[in-house]
């Protein structure tokens, strides 16, 4: 009985602190994340104003005259619908083959979802030096085109796992069913569409996230331009960008506003973020489980 007794204590002392490391942990996730939108509120709300989000740079712009990121935000959106969208064409029919076609014990299953994991795990400054090796290789300048390509590899692989998880977790019995009463599974594909539906937002709008607020990638691909994007073939602004130069200015002034800018990169993110979860847990609602 004394021995069972002290299982028991030992147990609730190593639950009770699992669960205060589980708490300090949450804790430490949500202030580091204050931490970060405080100091840029703190440094960039100052300087954040209508004409900055509304004007292109002008001549003194980088010199702490008149002028606005208007550029950058038109690339940054330009860069990750485009990327987006791409991304989403590939990852797509890859995903819905996987899961209606391919074997569930396959090797090609796990070897697909392996490529996307490695995929995950490269950083974008590798998809940067890649593009521009075959930019050099092509004999192509920066531009809008070859950012939004480079881009959809970054944002690729989140979309494609994302969605995956998603699919992975549709029931079995739905499958079985649908199929029992006859249906092919190219309509099993439009059921699973249906399905998955809140899933495949959810990731749409994470890798959005993911590729507005990326900046390696595009540093040598996109290039950089004061003037709005009016071409794929010509180059492009970015926000990561914007506030990269203007933070590397020795004017206080110009440092204000790349924390400015990222400021707006940072309501973009959350934004985007805080949708993402709205849209699944609405849109689940009505997910079969």
């Not at 038109?74 to 209606?100: D, I, K, R």
């Not at 492009?236 to 206080?252: E, H, I, M, R, Y």
Request: proline letters at 4%; hydrophobic letters at 55%.
């Amino acid at each position: 009985m004394k021995q069972m007794r002290r299982r028991r204590v030992r147990r609730a002392l190593e639950e009770q602190c699992f669960l205060w490391l589980m708490r300090l942990s949450l804790l430490g996730a949500v202030g580091v994340l204050g931490m970060i939108v405080g100091v840029i509120c703190w440094r960039g709300a100052g300087a954040l104003s209508w004409e900055m989000v509304s004007s292109l740079p002008e001549g003194g712009f980088y010199l702490g005259r008149e002028g606005g990121i208007l550029n950058a935000l038109v690339g940054s959106l330009y860069l990750a619908c485009g990327a987006t969208v791409l991304a989403l064409c590939l990852a797509v029919p890859v995903v819905f083959y996987l899961h209606t076609y391919a074997s569930p014990g396959g090797r090609l299953r796990h070897g697909v979802r392996l490529a996307l994991d490695i995929l995950w795990g490269i950083p974008s400054i590798v998809y940067g030096a890649f593009g521009f090796a075959w930019m050099v290789y092509l004999g192509v300048r920066a531009s809008l085109l070859a950012g939004i390509l480079t881009l959809a590899l970054v944002v690729l692989p989140i979309l494609a796992r994302t969605l995956d998880e998603v699919v992975e977790m549709t029931p079995v019995l739905l499958r079985e069913s649908t199929l029992a009463l006859g249906a092919t599974r190219l309509e099993w594909m439009g059921v699973l569409l249906r399905q998955s539906l809140p899933g495949l937002l959810t990731a749409i709008l994470l890798a959005f996230g993911r590729g507005i607020g990326d900046a390696a990638s595009v540093l040598f691909t996109a290039g950089y331009t004061d003037n709005l994007p009016d071409s794929l073939l010509r180059p492009v602004a970015s926000l990561p960008l914007a506030v990269f130069f203007l933070l590397g200015t020795p004017f206080p002034e110009v440092q204000a506003r790349a924390y400015a800018a990222a400021l707006i990169l940072t309501i973009i993110v959350l934004g985007v973020s805080v949708s993402a979860h709205l849209s699944l847990a609405r849109l689940g609602r009505y997910v079969i489980r």
